[in-house]
């Protein structure tokens, strides 16, 4: 069973830097896709990153050259560096499963999440 554990979320000012990891267990997690989702308060859930198991990533338009995924597989972590963080960010992250991250095609598992951690860029 899929069993994921976002941390690493806060309070940041405008500019700011954070790091989210995600710790992961119940599946190959060097064989899986993995990716960040993000939704904001009245908003839909936006796909902000996703990483192949091979490394191939992908990010949202909005947060191109901001934010960087990454993944250590000896450790079972997702990470997502978020630099240059613009209120617009705020919102509840989520770390998920990826069925596919490359080629045109970038989705995420909704029903894989974790718990979320909350992102509060203040201005």
């Known amino acids: 069973e899929v069993h994921l554990v976002e941390s690493g979320g806060g309070l940041v000012q405008s500019g700011g830097s954070q790091r989210l990891s995600c710790a992961a267990s119940?599946?190959?997690?060097?064989?899986?896709?993995m990716a960040w989702v993000r939704q904001a308060p009245g908003q839909d859930v936006r796909l902000v990153s996703c990483i192949s198991s091979d490394g191939n990533s992908w990010y949202l338009e909005s947060v191109k050259g901001r934010f960087t995924i990454s993944r250590d597989n000896a450790m079972n972590t997702l990470y997502l560096q978020m630099d240059s963080l613009k209120t617009e960010d705020t919102a509840v992250y989520y770390c998920?499963?990826?069925?596919?991250?490359?080629?045109?095609?970038?989705?995420?598992?909704?029903?894989?999440r974790g718990q979320g951690t909350q992102v509060t860029v203040s201005p």
């Open positions: 998920t499963t990826s069925p596919r991250c490359y080629l045109g095609q970038y989705l995420y598992d909704w029903k894989s």
């Open positions: 119940g599946f190959t997690f060097s064989a899986s896709g």
